[in-house]
């Protein structure tokens, strides 16, 4: 399994942007996936995480009512719609495939992380 994140830009706060996680050569209905952040300086965090069918999905808080996470497993890709945007969003944004998540104190906490993409930069700046 192969993921590539696309999608990022530059956008003014209170933009939008739409995030994707595309896999090649394996399909990705066999892969709860999950998409991350790492601000300038700070560690990586979790954002969304989605299931296989796409029947279950949880949000860090700073971005629950902002953001949703959603997969069309036909072509092979999850999606991250980002609204609302925030100068406080800006990272570069990976996706990965994981095997389990729950939620902490309002972050979500993954487990058996796995075949990362490169990410998608995404500043937002006016």
């Known amino acids: 399994l192969q993921l590539v994140e696309s999608g990022g830009g530059l956008v003014q706060p209170g933009g939008s942007l739409q995030l994707s996680c595309t896999a090649s050569r394996v399909t990705l209905d066999y892969y709860d996936i999950g998409w991350f952040r790492q601000a300038p300086g700070k560690e990586r965090e979790g954002v969304a995480c989605?299931?296989?069918?796409?029947?279950?999905?949880n949000y860090a808080d700073s971005v629950k009512g902002r953001f949703t996470i959603s997969r069309d497993n036909a072509k092979s890709t999850v999606y991250l719609q980002m609204n609302s945007l925030k100068p406080e969003d800006t990272g570069v944004y990976y996706c990965?495939?994981?095997?389990?998540?729950?939620?902490?104190?309002?972050?979500?906490?993954?487990?058996?992380?796995?075949?990362w993409g490169k990410g998608t930069l995404v500043t937002v700046s006016s």
């Open positions: 990965a495939s994981i095997t389990a998540w729950t939620v902490v104190g309002g972050s979500i906490k993954t487990f058996g992380e796995n075949h």
């Open positions: 989605i299931s296989k069918s796409g029947d279950s999905t």
